[in-house]
């Protein structure tokens, strides 16, 4: 959980302006991805009657540092006082939505929910408030992800309808897609998992 003291002066504007700016020197194709996940969390938030605003932000937020490095990411996860986890160790890339949060909270972000949809926008994570779960899935729905997701029109319709269906679904398959091939998987991600189960996300 963020630690919400010891925060920069500066509100919600200072925050989008601060967003927009690193966002502007990110590579094309990451920028791109920004905007068609702005777009399809906008889409998500409209459906569910959620804050339009907030999840444009927590969408043009949640890749800020993906184009760090590996060793940067841990680097920066240490000097941000960011638990490491042996997976992430293991694959730092985990870690760009993490920095990328406690980077934006250290420069005045004051609000928990864009914070923890930055945050966990990889893996989810038990207790994920609605504007995260429709960043989460709008990351993967991306169309330029179908090859990736082919059951991504599946997805959609059923995030249209609960975000916990589709965010259940998604863990569901991608954690049997890990556990095939014998990767690794997230600690969050299966408690996450766990947690919609235990509540009746379920069919």
Avoid at 76 to 81: H, I, M, P, T, V
Avoid at 109 to 115: A, E, I, K, Q, T
Avoid at 142 to 163: F, H, I, N, V, W
Wanted: proline share 7%; net charge neutral; aromatic share 4%.
């Amino acid at each position: 959980m963020a630690p919400w003291g010891n925060r920069r002066g500066g509100g919600p504007h200072s925050i989008q302006d601060t967003v927009r700016r690193w966002a502007a020197g990110l590579p094309q194709g990451l920028r791109d991805h920004l905007r068609r996940v702005e777009d399809i969390a906008q889409e998500l938030a409209v459906a569910h009657r959620l804050d339009e605003e907030r999840a444009r932000l927590c969408a043009q937020a949640h890749d800020l540092c993906r184009a760090m490095p590996g060793g940067r990411l841990l680097e920066e996860a240490g000097r941000l006082d960011i638990p490491v986890n042996p997976v992430e160790a293991r694959a730092p890339i985990l870690l760009h939505g993490p920095v990328a949060a406690e980077l934006l909270r250290r420069e005045g972000l004051d609000d928990r929910d864009v914070y923890l949809g930055v945050y966990h926008h990889s893996t989810a994570c038990p207790g994920l408030p609605p504007i995260a779960k429709a960043v989460f899935l709008a990351d993967k729905l991306d169309p330029r992800k179908a090859s990736r997701y082919p059951y991504s029109a599946e997805l959609k319709a059923t995030a249209m309808g609960s975000l916990d269906a589709a965010l259940l679904e998604f863990l569901t398959r991608e954690i049997g897609v890990f556990l095939t091939r014998g990767q690794l998987v997230h600690p969050a991600s299966i408690e996450a998992r766990n947690e919609l189960l235990l509540r009746g996300a379920g069919p």
